[in-house]
């Protein structure tokens, strides 16, 4: 997993990002662009969606139609464990009153952050932390996206055995990241399904007990799910999940496997990766990105202060770094009618034997502008580059 880490520069905008490498398999890829009004704070969009029984509507859209008008909308990630949110809100304060801080003193940064403390103690960091003895294995995701980014919490919820939270940038229309930790005193059935334990229990036994990026999803249109459904019922049904799609009060949400094992069908389903797609009550509009309701079944809004240096991020592409690139390309044409784009070689890989062919596929949104924020804000954009 390798995500664009935002680098802050006080008093003048920030034009690069750079990428740390998380972990394996997937690759997203933000673009880290202050196209938001810089002053002031701002708040979250998580709003609140109950659970409850809806119906699916009927549908006419092509597999191709829906492909074209879907929208990026969420990545949920399993970790081992979470902070409890309330040290994550403290650490935001903490954050948010050093940016606050109109120049900088001639001491350095290091000493700002230690003197904070005066005042916001050491949430989630911990007291005796010292840059010296700093790994880049073991870190708290959530932290990390908070500091490195200036992300807050936006959102936070319970499942059957987890508890979530939402973390966002300062645009609620961007890049929104679900991080989900198992919460064992949370037992029993709870809606909704895709908060259960035993998709982080099966992720796990197929991932090497390691965590890492889970789902990637998707909204699309009304009628999307009930088209997506038939299609892979039709052509790929060893995909889809049991009991797949679910309805709630506000959105239905439909699940599926990603991949193949190998390159054949018969070798059955990886069971790790998951494509999500969600389908909200209200329609999705033409145009605004802004104005695009980002309820998210089983999530509490939280309230969020964004301090001044922060910087809008949305999602450019997500990469699958995969077993079979011709097989998970066919998949995508056969149910959203996503097509190749471009090809390319990679060449030898650090002097090794291993050559990386990669293919984008993505979908035809039929959006043409020559304004930079409104391309980089449209989510319609479907762009997949496919690694093996």
């Known amino acids: 997993v390798a995500l664009g880490r935002y680098f802050r520069r006080l008093r003048r905008p920030s034009r690069s990002a750079s990428l740390r490498s998380l972990g394996l398999g997937l690759s997203l890829g933000l673009a880290l662009l202050g196209v938001v009004p810089q002053s002031g704070p701002a708040a979250s969009g998580f709003s609140r969606c109950l659970v409850g029984p809806a119906v699916l509507p009927e549908t006419s859209l092509t597999v191709a139609e829906v492909g074209n008008k879907l929208r990026y909308s969420h990545v949920q990630l399993y970790v081992d464990k979470l902070r409890p949110l309330e040290e994550y809100k403290r650490l935001e304060d903490k954050l948010n009153a050093i940016a606050k801080v109109a120049v900088l003193p001639k001491a350095s940064l290091r000493n700002t952050w230690l003197g904070a403390a005066e005042v916001h103690g050491h949430p989630v960091i911990g007291k005796d932390r010292s840059p010296d003895t700093w790994t880049v294995a073991g870190q708290d995701i959530v932290e990390q996206m908070l500091v490195g980014l200036s992300w807050r919490v936006v959102g936070f919820g319970y499942g059957s055995g987890t508890e979530s939270v939402v973390v966002a940038s300062r645009d609620r229309s961007g890049a929104r990241f679900v991080v989900t ?109 802004q104005d695009v309701s980002r309820d998210f079944p089983g999530i509490e809004h939280v309230e969020a202060e964004f301090d001044t240096d922060s910087q809008a991020a949305y999602s450019d592409h997500w990469v699958s770094n995969v077993v079979s690139r011709t097989g998970f390309i066919n998949t995508l044409h056969d149910v959203l009618g996503f097509a190749p784009k471009v090809d390319f070689n990679a060449g030898v890989v650090a002097a090794g034997e291993a050559q990386i062919e990669s293919t984008v596929t993505g ?9 930079r924020a409104a391309a980089v ?6 762009y997949l580059p496919i690694n093996n």
């Open 181 to 289: 930790a198992p919460a064992p005193g949370m037992q029993g059935e709870r809606e909704p399904d895709h908060l259960h334990s035993r998709h982080m229990v099966r992720f796990a036994s197929h991932n090497g007990g390691r965590e890492g990026i889970a789902v990637l999803a998707f909204e699309v249109p009304r009628g999307g799910v009930e088209a997506i459904r038939t299609s892979y019922a039709e052509k790929h049904p060893a995909l889809l999940l049991p009991d797949t799609p679910w309805s709630y009060d506000g959105a239905d949400v439909l699940e599926v496997f990603a991949y193949y094992v190998d390159d054949a069908r018969e070798s059955g389903p990886d069971q790790g990766t998951v494509l999500r797609f969600v389908e909200h009550h209200r329609p999705m509009p033409d145009s605004d990105v």
């Open 363 to 371: 979908n035809d949104p039929g959006f043409a502008t020559r304004d």
């Open 377 to 382: 804000r449209n989510q319609r954009q479907g």
